[in-house]
């Protein structure tokens, strides 16, 4: 606790706002978000984002742009008369970004590289927007060990594809770690928000993150497989028993560097396969879409709490 308290006093200001753990930023004339096609002079980014709070983000432009949509409905956001959500990262041609009120909805890419470039960006886009206390979700799409296909996983911590709970990074030749911490609190309130009624289950476990969708994972079904219908389950049931229920590619950076920003976060995904049970995403797309929709819905449903409450 007290270390903790430190810890959140290194990086944040008084007032709650984003501090960068960089000192060269402030000393630079002007910082170009060049992956997020913004910057700090080009740009007024405290009145483009000194209101945001919650920052989502998910793998695909698409998904992110209907769930920018979707949080408009729910939290009741109205766009100005005759306008319609613009994707504000649009020529950047990497990632997208919509703007609904306090919220972000940001498409990360695949893997590790891209959601830790974007989160760099982001996270200096917090320190020039001066937003206070932001949280950040990532909202997305898993392998479940043991879970029926359609099941909700809320991370209660990252871990890698040898089970170690940190981020590593060579830097300047040496290896960087970072602990892949995820804010537990926020996770269980996340959980309670789930309908006992609903058709299928929520829940909360440690979450594998690899560099590979196929051999990282365990799979047989890439262009290459080195190892045996054996091998693949005896690894399954070890990380089963290790506690992990769900297995995607972006949790580890997430959580390490939001963790090591001082930024609350968590991670929502929904199982797309049971990983016991084979390799091929093979649900139809319907299906899938409906799935997809899950983490959204509790998402939204956490955000429209926290605006009710102010
Ligand atoms: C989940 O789905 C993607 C791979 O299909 C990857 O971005 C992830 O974490
Ligand atoms: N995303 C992953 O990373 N793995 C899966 O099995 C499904 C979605």
């Not at 007290?2 to 709650?16: C, K, L, N, T």
């Not at 009145?47 to 793998?59: H, I, L, Y």
């Not at 139809?284 to 939204?300: F, G, M, N, S, Y």
Request: overall charge negative; some cysteine; proline content about 4%.
């Amino acid at each position: 606790e007290e270390e903790m308290q430190e810890y959140d006093q290194a990086v944040r200001y008084r007032d709650g706002s984003v501090r960068l753990r960089n000192p060269n930023i402030e000393l630079m004339d002007q910082d170009i978000l060049y992956h997020l096609a913004l910057g700090s002079e080009s740009h007024d980014l405290v009145e483009m984002f000194g209101d945001v709070k919650f920052v989502c983000m998910g793998g695909t432009p698409k998904r992110m742009e209907q769930f920018a949509h979707f949080i408009m409905k729910e939290i009741g956001h109205k766009l100005p008369a005759g306008t319609t959500l613009l994707d504000i990262s649009q020529y950047s041609y990497r990632y997208s970004m919509y703007k609904v009120g306090p919220v972000l909805s940001i498409s990360h890419g695949m893997g590790i590289p891209s959601v830790g470039i974007l989160l760099h960006e982001v996270i200096k886009l917090m320190y020039h927007a001066k937003v206070r206390d932001p949280v950040f979700f990532r909202i997305g799409t898993c392998g479940g060990i043991g879970l029926e296909g359609g099941t909700v996983v809320i991370s209660e911590e990252a871990v890698d594809g040898m089970l170690k709970s940190y981020l590593e990074l060579p830097v300047l030749g040496k290896m960087v770690r970072r602990p892949a911490k995820l804010d537990r609190q926020l996770a269980r309130d996340i959980k309670a928000l789930a309908h006992r009624d609903d058709p299928y289950d929520t829940i909360i476990g440690k979450t594998m993150c690899t560099y590979d969708f196929y051999e990282g994972q365990g799979r047989m079904d890439g262009a290459f497989c080195e190892f045996t219908e054996n091998d693949k389950m005896d690894y399954l049931n070890k990380l089963h028993k290790a506690g992990v229920v769900n297995i995607e590619m972006e949790s580890l950076s997430f959580a390490a560097l939001t963790h090591h920003a001082g930024i609350k976060s968590a991670v929502v995904c929904v199982t797309l396969i049971d990983r016991f049970k084979g390799d091929q995403v093979l649900a139809p797309k319907e299906v899938l879409d409906e799935w997809q929709i899950r983490p959204q819905q509790l998402i939204a449903r956490y955000i429209t709490r926290y605006l009710q409450r102010k």
